[in-house]
């Protein structure tokens, strides 16, 4: 929880609204209900679904499949991004987060999305 808070302040800080889920089933029950969603912060270690389950039921989801993913892990092992990866994440960052880091690659897949609208 104090993680959660914490990542929101920064992120709200930056002019970011931000909507955060307990679990892989509420996350995706959130994207389903809530229009305008632009990227997801994806812990991979959830109780009841875990990232990588969400990262998989979120992609088959057609609305979905382009939407930017970067999954956020305490492991930093070479496995465990190709893993994320193949799941479906568009991106990987391990904890502890270089705010500078998340933020540089929000920018990217961002402005990755906005292009594909145009």
Request: charged share 25%; glycine share 6%.
């Amino acid at each position: 929880m104090r993680n959660i808070f914490a990542l929101t302040a920064t992120l709200e800080g930056y002019n970011m609204n931000v909507l955060h889920a307990e679990n892989g089933q509420e996350g995706i029950k959130l994207l389903q209900t809530t229009d305008g969603i632009e990227a997801v912060l994806m812990d991979i270690m959830m109780p009841e679904m875990d990232g990588y389950e969400a990262i998989s039921a979120i992609r088959q989801m057609d609305r979905f499949k382009h939407l930017p993913i970067i999954a956020l892990t305490a492991k930093a092992m070479k496995a465990d991004r190709d893993h994320c990866l193949q799941v479906g994440a568009s991106d990987y960052i391990s904890k502890p987060l270089d705010i500078d880091q998340l933020l540089s690659l929000l920018r990217v897949w961002l402005s990755r999305q906005d292009e594909g609208n145009e």
